[in-house]
T-cell receptor, first 113, second 116 residues
Framework: KQEVTQIPAALSVPEGENLVLNCSFT??????LQWFRQDPGKGLTSLLL?????REQTSGRLNASLDKSSGRSTLYIAASQPGDSATYLC????????????FGEGTQLTVNP | GAVVSQHPSRVICKSGTSVKIECRSL??????MFWYRQFPKQSLMLMAT?????????EQGVEKDKFLINHASLTLSTLTVTSAHPEDSSFYIC????????????FGSGTRLTVV
């Protein structure tokens, strides 16, 4: 059974700091991995999608990397802003699980002005 | 990009009544949609997978007679919480994937259900 773990569970940083969120998964036979952002009481917004054949994806100040063999992904946020405050979730789609996603518990990020 | 619309965003109902939540893919066809439930400060729990034109596949422990799912078209899936009870109060989120998978999974904005 695929398990997805995110560390840390919560993170508080001052504005402007660069930060890294971690996601690990137990089954390396993944189809893809997706990072989401969730604001309180809202749905999920997709940030980055990394296919199993890719090593990283970038969008603006966000960079996500994927190391299938070690079962890890990181989300790097550069020059953090108060507007980045949210819960960040990683989700893995296995090759054999059909279309279902397995989510981590999330990292709650607070960026202080 | 792909957009999923979910309504209502918030609903309060009396115990014993039924509530219907709609999930629409606005600019793409979704043969498969997913329904999740989220408890406070927890991650998403998959409830069921909704397939267009066929019966939904429910996860273990989810009562299919309580959570009725209908996927009548390639752009619409509905979740009906029947005979709702206070313990059904939660945040429900739907998700869909467009066929090519180019955009990964797109999520609705969620529905906050409160049963009083």
């Amino acid at each position: 059974k695929q398990e997805v773990t995110q560390i840390p569970a919560a993170l508080s940083v001052p504005e402007g700091e660069n930060l890294v969120l971690n996601c690990s998964f137990t089954d390396s036979a993944i189809y893809n991995l997706q990072w989401f952002r969730q604001d309180p009481g809202k749905g999920l917004t997709s940030l980055l999608l990394i296919q199993s054949s890719q090593r990283e994806q970038t969008s603006g100040r966000l960079n996500a990397s994927l190391d299938k063999s070690s079962g890890r992904s990181t989300l790097y946020i550069a020059a953090s802003q108060p507007g980045d405050s949210a819960t960040y979730l990683c989700a893995v789609r296995l090759e054999t699980s059909g279309s279902r996603l397995t989510f981590g518990e999330g990292t709650q990020l607070t960026v202080n002005p | 990009g792909a957009v999923v619309s979910q309504h209502p965003s918030r609903v309060i109902c009396k115990s014993g009544t039924s509530v219907k939540i709609e999930c629409r893919s606005l600019d793409f066809q979704a043969t498969t949609m997913f329904w999740y439930r989220q408890f406070p400060k927890q991650s998403l729990m998959l409830m069921a997978t909704s397939n267009e034109g066929s019966k939904a596949t429910y996860e273990q422990g989810v009562e299919k007679d309580k959570f009725l799912i209908n996927h009548a078209s390639l752009t619409l899936s509905t979740l009906t919480v029947t005979s709702a009870h206070p313990e059904d109060s939660s945040f429900y989120i739907c998700s869909a994937r467009e066929r090519t998978g180019e955009y990964g999974y797109t999520f609705g904005s969620g529905t906050r259900l409160t049963v009083v």
